[in-house]
């Protein structure tokens, strides 16, 4: 019976550590204010709902787009940015990026 059980265990506590791995991901939108070579730097601006980050708040961001997917984004376009790990604590923020969408182009 408890030969049965521990592989039921085991796998049990391997899905909670898999289930850990994303939380400390952050999700924010930011309006575009400045383009450089590899690097965005956005304005925290509300999202769908209304909500203001309350990391980014609607201070300034930065961060680096190598390793992400290229977007034709442009001054004023607002992106989703989904971030990891720490904010450094500098003008504009420093942020590790992960993902970023452009949400509404400020074309439209």
């Known amino acids: 019976m408890v030969k049965k059980r521990m592989p039921l265990i085991i796998i049990a506590c391997l899905l909670a550590l898999l289930a850990g791995c994303g939380a400390n991901n952050t999700r924010f939108y930011g309006e575009v204010v400045e383009i450089l070579d590899e690097s965005v730097i956005v304005r925290g601006v509300p ?18 787009t190598a390793g992400l997917d290229p977007l034709d984004v442009a001054v004023g376009d607002v992106v989703r940015v989904t971030m990891t790990g720490d904010v450094g604590n500098t003008d504009p923020l420093s942020i590790n990026a992960i993902y970023w969408q452009i949400i509404a182009s400020a074309q439209d």
């Open 47 to 64: 999202g769908p709902s209304g909500a203001i980050s309350p990391v980014i708040g609607t201070g300034r961001a930065a961060f680096s």
